[in-house]
């Protein structure tokens, strides 16, 4: 019997959301990337795309800039570091290996948008490795998601665990291992680019009202995504067979009322109250969780 404790995410999405939804624009934004993800599939990256462009747009700029930062050369750091960034990629495309080179650059576009922290970059990866890709099934999915909440960093672990399962799947054991080497590497080294090209200029982005416009709209475009997410564990959590029924654009999650499990039911508002009434240690929580299911699988 699977387990996901979901109302983990409802938590950070509740507390998040307190802080990044300060008026009725972004609360019309987190609402149009929920419907946009979940019912019409659009690609993480173009949500994050428009939301950043909307608010850039609505924000006045400064009267009076602030001057460039002195003796930073990006450009020269861009090119050093996408060099190495991309490096194993490019050799992989030369030799012919069309799948790695298929991983490589999905984790590496993965790290390019993880905004909004694990939880939205965990819904994309879900949506492209196993609808879009073909990588995972579903339970494999929601294994690998439930491993990762048993561990601090469940971003990286479950990048680890899609590209071993995807490799895995393709060519064995030891494409799994190569796979995931190869996902480690696209997505720690861009860390790297980002730091050293960024970091001369963060007080100067704080004195920007355009850039600061435009990462406000894209914190209440990642609430809209993590709640997409919440809502896709549930319904995959208690359900064992959800179908997925297309209405021309419209994408449209149908589960069969036969198959709800109400020992997950009744785990999922144990879990919630610990959470959110008694805030008990997540940990706690997970173990907690983890006996019952136990406990309840021989029922």
């Known amino acids: 019997m699977p387990e996901i404790n979901f109302h983990h995410f409802r938590d950070t999405t509740l507390r998040v959301a307190r802080k990044a939804l300060k008026g009725w624009a972004h609360w019309v934004i987190a609402a149009l990337s929920f419907v946009g993800i979940f019912f019409l599939t659009l690609p993480f990256p173009l949500i994050i795309a428009v939301a950043a462009l909307f608010g850039y747009l609505t924000q006045r700029s400064a009267e009076d800039p602030p001057p460039h930062p002195k003796g930073a050369n990006p450009l020269r750091t861009i090119a050093i570091w996408m060099a190495i960034w991309w490096a194993p990629v490019a050799v992989l495309w030369a030799v012919g290996a069309t799948f790695l080179t298929q991983i490589g650059v999905f984790f590496a576009k993965l790290a390019v948008v993880t905004f909004g922290g694990a939880y939205a970059v965990l819904a994309y990866m879900t949506q492209a490795a196993v609808f879009d890709h073909g990588w995972l099934t579903t339970p494999q999915m929601m294994d690998g998601l439930g491993l990762a909440e048993t561990t601090p960093g469940p971003l990286i672990l479950v990048t680890e665990f899609v590209a071993f399962i995807a490799g895995f799947g393709e060519h064995g054991i030891w494409m799994g291992v190569a796979a995931a080497l190869l996902a480690l590497w696209v997505t720690f080294v861009p860390c ?46 208690f359900f064992g067979t959800v179908s997925t029924i297309r209405h021309g654009p419209v994408t449209l999650f149908t589960p069969d009322p036969a198959t709800l499990d109400w020992r997950v039911v009744g785990l999922a508002l144990l879990s919630g109250v610990m959470i959110l009434r008694l805030h008990m240690d997540l940990l706690k929580v997970l173990f907690l969780v983890a006996l019952g299911g136990i406990a309840l699988s021989f029922i």
């Open 192 to 237: 790297y680019l980002w730091i050293f090209t960024g970091a001369p200029y963060i007080e100067w982005i704080a004195t920007r009202p355009r850039l600061r416009g435009a990462l406000s709209a894209i914190t209440a475009a990642v609430m809209g995504v993590v709640l997409n997410l919440s809502l896709w564990f549930a319904l995959h959590v």
